[in-house]
Structures are given as C-alpha cells and as structure tokens.
C-alpha cells in the first residue's frame, strides 16, 4: 500500500534522538547538542510589528504563490548586497523553510532513477528528500583531514549521464566548514559545459567572517553558471523564526513557473505572517543579528583553540552553528552518542545520519547554547571512558 521510496528513507533522526532523551529532559544538567535551534527569541522589533499585523484582516490570506511582492522586493536587495547577485522579483519564490525548498527543486528537476550528488557528510533531510522523489543519492565521501574542502576530481569522475544536480551545503550541515570561493569556482568550471545544476543551501550564510577564506561566498554569483544554479536560504536561525517556516529560493527565471506549480501543490504559498515577520528582520534587525553573529562567532574561536587532552576524541571542524567530533572508540555514532546521554547527560546527532561512512564523527549544535554550556559540554566529553 505504501509508496516504496520511503523504504529508502531512514525515520527523523531528530525525533528518535529526542524520544531517547525524554527521561533527562528534566535533569538540570542535561544539554541539548542535536538540533540547530536558536537559544533565544526573535528580535523585539519583529514579535511588537507583529501584534500589530494580527488585527490586519491582509495578514491571514494568501499571498501571490512566489510571495509577498514587499518581501521579493526586500530579498533582492538582500541577495545584491549579501550574495552579490543582481537579480528581479520574478526570479524568487518565497517557500515554507528552506527544507520545502529543496524538495521542491528535486521535485522539478528530477525523474525516478536521476542522480544528485551529496558531499558526505551531508545534510540528512537532503538524502531522504533524494530518495522521496525517486531519486539516487550518489555519495562522495569528504576527507576530513582536508577539512571536507571539495574533492574536485572525484566529482568528476562520478558524474554519469543521469546526474541532475549536485547539492552543496555552505556553511555545511553537518561540519559548520565553509567551501571556499576558490574551491567553488572549481566546480563551476566542472559544470560550466554539462547539463546539471547546482543546488546550493546558504541557510547559514550569515554566522561567518566577513573577511578571509572563510567568508561566505554563493555560487551563484559567478555569471558563466549563474542560470545553473539553485540558491537556497532561510530565515530559521538568522531571525530564530524556526517554528515560523520562511525560506526561499532563487533561480533563473526559466524555472520558476515550472516551480511554482510544485508550490502552489505543497503548500500554496508561505505562511504570510512569517513572511511579514521576516521583512522585518531584514528591514530593521541587522543590529541584533551583528550581535548574535558576535556570539556565535565567540563560541566558534573558543572551539578552534580547544583541543580534547582525552586522546579518544578530536575536534575536526566547528563553523556557523555547528562542531564534529571524531571519536576512537570501538563504538558507531548510535552507540557513542547513547553512551554520552548515558553518562553525560547530552544528546548528540551521530554522524552515520549525515552518511554510512560516519560512523566515527558525531555531529554537536552549538546554536542554541551559550559559551560556558559549551564549554562545560566538552568537559564533560573529554572525561568519558568507554566502559
């Protein structure tokens, strides 16, 4: 009776790992790595413009299926000056997350039996969004002693006469590592004559340096390729609007009615009053999120000077809300991550949900913790002893 791709696409990892840790959610010691949901609440401007919208009858309707034409406005203005890419309303659609996004992409570009290349680690919803659609996950395995910089031959020579698209995640989910623009041009060059596309997550675009190699650079400022490529992003984490669900997508203008076909099936349009909430932030929250960048970026150059005198463990990258830890012991990432509940009190993401290949890494989300949790975290990790 069932549809036999969700035979290939393993359960929420979020969910299982937030049911094993229902009996510590109560200790005060407990601390929450696994998922990447900001500590705080949204700025004060956004909830108090809010309040005021809610008396508005215009803020419970639909908006046009692309979205709000104010908010499109404000993201062009966003993605010139953020993302260096000149563009038009008419080449935005404003989605319900940037998870709704990516999916409907797959869903517009992909057959059953068509390849995307996901760069392992990788951001487990994209995997079980492949796999939905029909689609075959086609895995290249990042080397972390190369900080999960892409491997440009290996791309390469995996691609087949069935690859659509590759999916770059930048920051990445799971490592927090920043691809940088030299190694991004690279692959421009690798897709500049083929037919595939690029679909490139930026939702944590905005929790880097402004300066060196780790500064955030999108893809889809390069011209030659510029019409190959989906830029995805969200508002989740930039505005802590996670619950609120507004993301968006940008892409040549030849997509997008097509696109837009798989919108108005999903979900019609974003909801409108996270819409608003978001124009918000980008109209008048830059102070705030310079100040939440400050925090993050406070926990990222702590983590880059730490090192586990445990020689069980090693920090491998830290970036934008996320570290990965590799670990030494005769255990999986299941077993790792059960026994740091276990004895330590935190839920950890284990990195075979980010790849078969995982299954020494585990994944901590440092978003919604504060620095001396942080710390207080690893301590906690660099005392475990395999029992």
């Known amino acids: 009776m069932l549809n036999k791709n969700l035979n290939r696409i393993q359960p929420p990892p979020i969910v299982k790992l937030k049911n094993m840790a229902k009996p510590f959610m109560e200790d005060h010691d407990f601390i929450d790595l696994s998922q990447a949901v900001p500590s705080y609440p949204p700025p004060d401007v956004i909830i108090e413009s809010i309040k005021q919208k809610l008396n508005d009858l215009g803020s419970h309707i639909y908006t046009p299926d692309p979205g709000r034409l104010d908010f499109r406005e404000a993201l062009c203005e966003k993605f010139k000056k953020k993302n260096n890419i000149s563009t038009k309303v008419e080449n935005i659609i404003v989605t319900a997350g940037a998870n709704q996004a990516y999916l409907m992409t797959l869903m517009t570009f992909l057959n059953p039996g068509d390849e995307v290349i996901l760069l392992t680690p990788y951001y487990f919803n994209h995997h079980m969004s492949v796999c939905a659609v029909g689609g075959i996950p086609v895995e290249i395995e990042l080397d972390s002693e190369k900080k999960f910089q892409l491997d440009i031959d290996q791309i390469q020579s995996r691609i087949t006469s069935r690859t659509k698209a590759i999916t770059i995640v930048t920051p990445s989910n ?18 500049k004559e083929r037919d595939i596309m690029i ?35 969200s508002f989740s984490k930039t505005y802590s609007l996670t619950g609120w669900r507004v993301g968006y997508l940008h892409a040549d203008q030849k997509y997008i009615d097509e696109m837009l076909k798989i919108q108005d099936i999903m979900v019609i349009c974003a909801p409108n009053i996270a819409q608003q909430a978001a124009l918000v932030g980008i109209q008048q929250s830059g102070d705030w999120l310079k100040e939440k960048k400050v925090n993050i970026l406070e926990k ?26 590799k670990h030494d012991f005769d255990l999986d990432s299941f077993e790792i991550c059960e026994k ?22 585990f994944r901590i989300a440092i978003g919604g913790i504060d620095l001396k949790q942080l710390q207080t975290a690893f301590s906690r990790i660099n005392e475990f002893i395999e029992p």
Request: charged letters at 25%; a neutral charge; one cysteine or more.
């Open 300 to 325: 990222i150059c702590w983590l880059k000077k730490y090192e586990f005198s445990n020689p069980g463990f090693l920090l491998v990258s830290c970036g934008a809300f996320f570290a990965y830890v």
């Open 340 to 361: 740091l509940l276990n004895q330590k009190k935190l839920l950890c993401i284990p990195g075979e949900v980010s790849g078969k290949s995982q299954k020494k890494f």
């Open 199 to 233: 679909i490139s997550d930026e939702t944590y675009e905005y929790f880097t340096p402004e300066t060196g190699h780790e500064k955030h650079f999108s893809i889809g400022s390069i011209p030659e390729i510029s019409d190959k490529v989906i830029t995805i992003g």
């Open 174 to 191: 799971p490592t927090g590592v920043v691809i940088t623009e030299i190694e991004l041009r690279k692959l421009a060059e690798v897709i």
